[in-house]
């Protein structure tokens, strides 16, 4: 069925790749929900306010897990190149995403939860633009009714929030709060292109373990600057310890998982499948903090999932192939030839060549020319973009 929405064909709602793209991102919501619950009780139960610390033991363990390995390759994946021909930008990525995590957990000082749960939506619209300006990506319409698909499924969630009696969050400064949770979607929205940017052209390896890196350096000045009188009031037991324990690894799976899923499709497709993450910690908050039902929180689940299914049922075509990388990560090593080939997105283009040989059949006679067309069927590389394939043309030779 071709329309001018694009080409939806039925049999991909069925594909093996959308049903693991599906379940990565679930995964990834459910990640988020173990960071959410256990921040819950660390702030419900134990009175512990030290976001700052909370991130800086993620970011710590990606530079103790990641970092090491980019010292141990050689060429262009050494992390002394790396820091030399790149390093001023993964400095500024590594404070971009400090400060999406601080700014987001701020707000919740300051405004209600109905508040950010609808503001940090924005993440969307502003991942889609940065994506069409920096990534090239040319969306088609049925990619933008699935993203409104998505945030009727977001205000679903929300009123069942209202109707349930669940607007919890302060209110000493609404403009302000709600403020900062525009600056949080936007900077997750910054480090989420630079991520997919990253993990396409270069390595997973190497974001990570620059993120680690740099990461650790800024949450842990800007830990000393606004945690310090925080710190010494932690009555520290083996139940904090354990919170902070859950925290930490359910932030570093994510962090650690997420490239993966993202290389896989893009990151406003992840980021529409995250949406379900608020609707998760809903549905363990009904046995932990002993929430209200409402159906409406189911409504909001299968919209939610039907507009992410939406969105990657219809190929993201680009208009401008993207430059040859430099290095491309297979198996942890760096080839400066290498090709990604995605064998689910591949779109096979017939080249027809034709080659003209000059015969002389004497003197007097003009030439003959024999033309012999040549079929062959090859594949176009996609360079790990799902939806960034680089089209071959037909070639004369």
Known sequence: MTTTMGKFDIKIL?????????????????????????????????HVNAPMLQSLLN?????????????????????????????WKYLLMGLVDVEANYTVVKAYQYTTLTSIQLLDCFIIPVLMVLSWWVLKTRYRPVHYVAVVIC?????????ADLLAGRDQGSTSNILLGDG???????????????QEYTVKNLSRVEFLGMLGLFGTVFS??????????????????????????????????????????VKLTSATSVNLSLLTADLFS??????????????????????????????????????????????TEDDGCYDNHAINLNEDVI????????????????????????????DARTRVPDRGYGSFSHVLCSTKM
Not at 30 to 45: K, N, V
Not at 151 to 159: F, K, S
Not at 283 to 303: D, E, K, P, R, T
């Open 282 to 327: 809903l549905f363990c908050g009904l046995f932990l903090f002993h929430y209200s039902f409402s159906a409406l929180y189911l409504i909001a689940l299968v919209v939610i999932l039907f507009g992410f299914i939406t969105f990657n049922a219809v190929p993201l075509p680009t208009t401008t192939p993207f430059p040859p990388s430099s290095t």
């Open 220 to 261: 842990t000045i800007q830990m000393v600057i606004l945690e310090r009188h925080e710190l010494p009031k932690i009555q520290w037991s083996w139940q904090i310890g354990l919170l902070f324990g859950a925290y930490s690894m359910c932030m570093y799976a994510l962090y650690s998982c997420m490239p993966v899923v």
């Open 347 to 374: 779109d096979k283009q017939e080249v027809v060549s034709t080659i003209i040989v000059p015969t002389e059949k004497g003197q007097g006679e003009g030439d003959q020319e024999t033309r012999s067309k040549m």
């Open 14 to 46: 069925f594909n093996r790749q959308l049903a693991k793209t599906l379940a990565m991102g679930q995964g990834l919501a459910l990640l988020i929900c173990g960071t959410a619950i256990s921040s819950q009780y660390l702030a419900s139960d134990y």
């Open 151 to 159: 945030l009727l499924g977001v205000g679903a969630m929300v009123g």
């Open 180 to 194: 900062l949770v525009l600056v949080s979607a936007t900077l997750y929205a910054v480090s989420n292109v630079c």
């Open 59 to 87: 970011y710590a363990l990606l530079c103790i897990t990641y970092t090491p390995m980019l010292f141990f390759r050689t060429g262009e994946g050494n992390v002394l190149h790396i820091l030399k021909r790149r390093g």
